[in-house]
């Protein structure tokens, strides 16, 4: 049974959302202290993380950094309709998706099933073959961890989805719908910054292996993963 930990300040949104991720078969704790989420996540031990934008001390960016210094647990973040950048800012923080308000509570189930799936679940990558190896470069797919040359850095759900797609398809061009469509259920709500700024993610993480240049804009396609490490390695 997967654990939902709901971190709103809206107690009668809270319970609502509680209640129905319940009837169909999450255990759920609701957030009752706002000024210690980070360690409620921490006694909780959640299996994914619904969090509200807008709270009272500190708003969910905050939260979501704090969480992220701890854990690569996969975040929803509650989103209003008014803030145009907060799609943005949900990703940059380390969110995995989002929702705006006001939503249909079956549109919520459906992005927590594909959120879980993807992290846990069918669209995960297959437990016989938890590696993935090119050149030295290695991805640990149960742990979300890449490694080159005795250096690893551990990435988010959506960081690590990427960097999977691109190295299992190196040297070839992945469109953006390819690369949209694996790790976000509705693509159609998914504009192009938001995925700019998870290969800028993804880059970074390479980059704090010694990598540099190896994902590759295809202008009009897609990306391109080269094998630049392999050539001095």
Not at 83 to 102: C, H, L, S, W
Not at 190 to 216: F, P, S, W, Y
Request: proline share 2%; hydrophobic share 40%.
């Amino acid at each position: 049974m997967y654990r939902i930990y709901i971190v709103e300040d809206d107690a009668r949104m809270a319970g609502l959302v509680g209640r129905y991720l319940q009837k169909y078969g999450y255990a759920v704790q609701i957030a009752e202290e706002f000024d210690s989420i980070k360690e409620e996540f921490v006694q909780c031990r959640p299996d994914l993380v619904i969090l509200d934008i807008h709270l009272l001390s500190f708003d969910g960016f905050y939260w979501c950094r704090q969480i992220r210094s701890i854990s690569h647990v996969p975040i929803i973040f509650l989103t209003a309709r008014s803030g145009e950048m907060d799609q943005v800012f949900a990703i940059e923080n380390g969110g995995d998706d989002y929702i705006t308000k006001p939503f249909h509570l079956e549109v919520l189930l459906a992005k927590v099933k594909g959120v879980l799936r993807r992290t846990y679940g069918d669209y995960a990558s297959p437990t016989d073959y938890h590696i993935l190896e090119v050149d030295g470069l290695f991805l640990y797919r149960n742990k979300n961890t890449v490694e080159f040359n005795h250096r690893k850095t551990e990435c988010s759900p959506k960081e690590f989805r990427l960097l999977d797609i691109l190295l299992s398809k190196h040297g070839q061009v992945v469109t953006r719908n390819e690369l949209l469509e694996a790790i976000w259920d509705e693509i159609d709500f998914v504009d192009d910054n938001t995925l700019n700024v998870n290969i800028r993610r993804a880059r970074e993480k390479l980059k704090e292996l010694g990598i540099v240049d190896a994902i590759q804009t295809i202008r009009g396609q897609g990306y391109l993963l080269k094998n630049t490490w392999g050539q001095t390695s």
